[in-house]
């Protein structure tokens, strides 16, 4: 079945730009091995300045969405047992239902499906 990976972005503290060209990186990298789902974590924002790597990442992934590049992306805040692309993506990654963020309305995470 699916295969689940998780990446956190916000390791060294790095730009946005950098975290995006980094992100774009690893969904290539992902879809090479195989993975199914990618988890990225990239912070909400808890210094107020708006959490600008979570903003330029989602950004970024709707870019690739459009592109045919991923499949979609689930935001963390919408991670929920309620949320139909969450159970379908259950469906290609078991795993999932295993997360330690579903039903905790985390919008410091995302969710990519490959």
Sequence with gaps: MGKLREINLEIGMP?????????????HNSKALKYTVVKII???GSTGKGGKIRIAARER???????G??????PGESF?????????AFTLCPDL?????????NNGVTFIIL
């Design 15 to 27: 730009a946005a730009a950098d975290a995006v060209k980094r992100l774009t990186f690893e969904v």
């Design 42 to 44: 990239h912070g909400y």
């Design 61 to 67: 992934l709707q870019f690739l969405m459009t592109k």
């Design 69 to 74: 590049e991923i499949h979609g992306f689930i």
């Design 80 to 88: 929920s047992i309620f949320d139909e692309q969450t159970r379908k």
């Design 97 to 105: 239902r295993k997360d330690r963020d579903l039903e905790r309305s």
